[in-house]
């Protein structure tokens, strides 16, 4: 029985040795394989940080569909301090083996099913490999005693599929809302430390995410996690793409997922009333002036009443906006805070979604604030008054 010595992606020897044949992502003569257009995408798996202690001579290598190619050799007594990297490309729907082949008898050694292991992929990382042994007079009637390599960890090949979690959702505006992307490789292992990138919309109607996008890095499990919440009721699309090649832009052949969100409306709070009065404006984040004033009150069984008036005097963004329906109000515990929901008239055409968010903190206005939300895009911010008064309290 011959001794094959331990051939490892990680770890450090003493004593340095020529490599045979050169550096090459194929090594010796044997040809990259060819590709037929329409086969199936291409992939490329990474061996880093290659070192050989080899007591016979060995060679590395892989196989494609049957044919073996040879990627770097070693002679007899070869001990290593300095490792190499290989890329090897091969289809999505090609089975790749990776082996070590005893030259001394020209034994090959796969990393398979069954006493040899399991190889499922390669990724970018290093990846140790146990003693092993190999008997060149092996046969089918003379079995090798013992294994002949042992994997002391699994390797995973790149990413291939996204799956988005939960597919779709409702929640209440104003809550938070989380999705979960688990990214696997073409062998089902999750795949970790890849960034996944994260965006909102399109959304019907518009309904302000915050924040609209993101991005995490997977973690062991594969996992990636991204939360938002939204200020207006509607339907968000929230897209997500592996970066598999680190880029940070999504391509074509890198895995992606798709979920829906609906945001509803909040219940209203029974026998909450706003009122706005004495001509109520402030600077909005535009620059401009803008008036506002009106009211709006929850009866004890829950109906709605109230309208709503804003207008922007320009000259940056004019517009008039008139409510038409009154369809969620909301207030604080303790009458400091209202979100009043409704659909408007903008410049006396169309139906859009608005939000109004007023404090009352007394003293006539002088410490009240106010702000409005279009669905055409508008966004007034939240500002105090310049004159007026909001005043929030029990009908």
Request: proline content about 7%.
């Amino acid at each position: 029985m011959k001794r094959l010595a331990l051939l490892a992606f990680a770890g450090t020897w003493l004593v340095a040795c020529e490599r045979s044949p050169t550096d090459s992502d194929i090594a010796g003569s044997l040809p990259r394989p060819s590709f037929a257009v329409g086969a199936g995408a291409e992939q490329t798996a990474t061996l880093t940080n290659v070192l050989f202690e080899a007591c016979n001579a060995l060679s590395l290598g892989y196989e494609l569909d049957g044919a073996q190619h040879i990627l770097e050799s070693r002679p007899f007594g070869c001990t290593e301090t300095v490792g190499h990297d290989h890329t090897i490309h091969y289809r999505a729907d090609q089975t790749l083996r990776i082996f070590l082949r005893d030259d001394s008898c020209n034994e090959w050694i796969f990393y398979e099913d069954g006493p040899h292991g399991l190889v499922l992929g390669v990724n970018p990382y290093e990846v140790a490999i146990g003693d092993a042994f190999i008997d060149c007079s092996s046969s089918p009637e003379d079995p090798r005693p013992v294994p002949n390599l042992k994997l002391t960890k699994t390797i995973t090949g790149r990413p291939a599929s996204l799956l988005l979690t939960p597919p779709v959702a409702t929640n209440t505006v104003g809550a938070q809302h989380c999705v979960t992307a688990t990214v696997r490789d073409d062998f089902g292992n999750p795949v970790s430390d890849v960034t996944v990138f994260f965006s909102v919309g399109p959304s019907v109607p518009p309904t302000f995410p915050s924040p609209s996008m993101g991005s995490q890095a997977t973690d062991a499990n594969g996992q990636a996690m991204f939360c938002y919440t939204a200020s207006l009721p509607g339907v968000d699309r929230i897209h997500a793409f592996a970066d598999a090649n680190g880029d940070g832009t999504e391509q074509p052949t890198e895995p992606k997922g798709d979920a829906e969100k609906t945001w509803t409306l909040p219940a209203s709070t029974v026998f909450c009333e706003v009122t706005i009065t004495d001509g109520g404006w402030i600077i909005a984040n535009n620059t401009d002036r803008a008036n506002f004033g009106g009211n709006a009150k929850v009866l004890p069984d829950g109906t709605l009443q109230g309208q709503q008036g804003y207008r922007d005097q320009g000259p940056v963004q004019a517009m008039d906006v008139h409510s038409t329906e009154i369809t969620a109000t909301t207030c604080s515990q303790d009458r400091t805070t209202a979100t009043i929901f409704g659909k408007a008239t903008i410049d006396g055409a169309g139906s859009h979604v608005f939000r109004i968010d007023v404090t009352d903190g007394g003293s006539g206005g002088s410490n009240d604030t106010y702000g409005i939300l279009l669905d055409n895009g508008y966004v007034s911010g939240q500002h105090p008054l310049g004159g007026g008064n909001v005043t929030i309290h029990n009908n």
